[in-house]
């Protein structure tokens, strides 16, 4: 399955359907999810039984993670798992929230389908920019706060009535509930990334118009389910989460917030330890505690988005890089020795032309579109035969 490509949710109902389900209540899969970062709005992995061809991207495990998540919520709530009723369902509790905002490289594209048009609005709900150029050069390129959107469906399937209203009232909660346990302590520079993170997550309030007088705490156990307070209690833990350890204050707030919410002193012990064991497993793969410069980020960011572009493509571009003879010939010598300017100017004409071809290659053919070139060249020779690379010279390490 492949998640950046047309068709996708279709092929994920084919592959669910075999599957017994694994979350039979909503604890389990609130527990599943934790693991996977998805409630945590980092996401690590996706649940095992789905599986891949490819290596995932960020973006691709929020999305399966995002439609896996609202699945098992319908059948939860509905208590059948009937995928078609489920696809028509979740279009409608979209269309609802107003979710219905596509990117620009997809807005000139019309699906008649549900499930092909439900492709784009889980496009536009994950992605926190609105294009591809912007989330080139931010680190940070998936929605922190997805997880809103399973508590809004649950509660949708019982009442449909103010549901935007509602998401409102959630996201409301869940700033303040992060603004306030960052400042309950003293500020390092990955607690500016997270505020980052969850500021530009928001969709349907904006945080300069938003109040943080500590009125919400009033609200937390009289307006909100178990499982809604459960997860602001997660996200407070999130944000005050550093150095596998806490302060007297930090703890004062999070025990504090954590009485609000109606959980006692060992329920909100365990929120800390899930806290702290899933950044003992995974801290070197969360983006916000990478320590990096803008250079850095751009080029990382560059590499993946383009990475995932080629490989995607890559059948179609085997196809007509086999029909250039003068190409193919150029990008097998650069295996063994530099090109020279000219062979270097006549490489990247005749990629662009190739990638006119390809529509979710026009990235290229933007003005800057050229500095990419590198990393394509790095690219091509997976997309090739075997033969093509068995001249190849290995660079000896230096140190060695």
């Not at 302590?185 to 997550?201: C, I, V, Y």
């Not at 980020?297 to 080629?310: A, C, E, G």
């Not at 997976?382 to 001249?391: R, Y």
Request: glycine letters at 4%.
């Amino acid at each position: 399955m492949n998640p950046s490509a047309s068709g996708w949710i279709n092929k994920f109902g084919a592959i669910i359907r075999d599957i017994p389900e694994p979350y039979k209540s909503f604890q389990d899969l609130y527990n599943g999810l934790k693991k996977t970062g998805f409630v945590y709005g980092i996401n690590i992995k996706v649940p095992r039984f789905i599986a891949s061809e490819h290596q995932l991207s960020e973006d691709e495990k929020a999305k399966l993670n995002l439609l896996l998540g609202l699945y098992h919520v319908y059948g939860i709530e509905k208590g059948s798992f009937k995928f078609d009723a489920f696809i028509e369902s979740l279009f409608a509790f979209y269309q609802d929230l107003g979710i219905n905002q596509i990117s620009f490289l997809n807005k000139i594209l019309s699906g008649r389908k549900t499930s092909t048009q439900l492709e784009k609005l889980i496009d536009s709900r994950v992605y926190l920019e609105d294009n591809i150029i912007s989330k080139t050069f931010n680190s940070i390129i998936t929605n922190s706060l997805l997880f809103i959107d399973l508590l809004l469906f649950s509660r949708y399937l019982q009442n449909q009535e103010a549901i935007r209203e509602y998401a409102k009232q959630l996201e409301h909660i869940a700033i303040n509930v992060t603004y306030h346990a960052l400042n309950s302590k003293e500020k390092e520079k990955n607690d500016e990334r997270l505020a980052q993170l969850f500021g530009a997550s928001l969709t349907f309030i904006d945080q300069d118009e938003e109040s943080f007088d500590g009125a919400y705490r009033d609200r937390l156990l009289r307006d909100f389910s178990v499982w809604e307070n459960r997860y602001f209690l997660d996200i407070a833990c999130l944000a005050i989460w550093e150095d596998k350890s806490l302060e007297y204050q930090e703890s004062e707030f999070i025990f504090g917030i954590g009485k609000d919410l109606g959980f006692d002193e060992k329920q909100i012990q365990r929120s800390l330890e899930e806290i702290t064991t899933f950044f003992d497993k995974n801290s070197e793969e969360i983006p916000f505690l990478k320590d990096q410069n803008l250079a850095i980020q751009f080029y990382d960011s560059m590499s993946k988005v383009v990475n995932k572009l080629i490989l995607r493509n890559g059948k179609r571009l085997q196809k007509e890089l086999s029909e250039s003879a003068e190409l193919v010939s150029l990008l097998s010598q650069s295996t063994l020795r530099d090109l020279n300017k000219e062979e270097k100017k006549k490489v990247q004409n005749q990629l662009i032309d190739i990638f006119k071809s390809v529509p979710s290659l026009a990235i290229f053919l933007l003005p800057g579109g050229a500095v990419l070139m590198p990393i394509v060249i790095a690219l091509i020779p997976k997309l090739l035969p075997s033969s093509f690379d068995e001249n190849r010279v290995e660079k000896k390490d230096k140190k060695s």
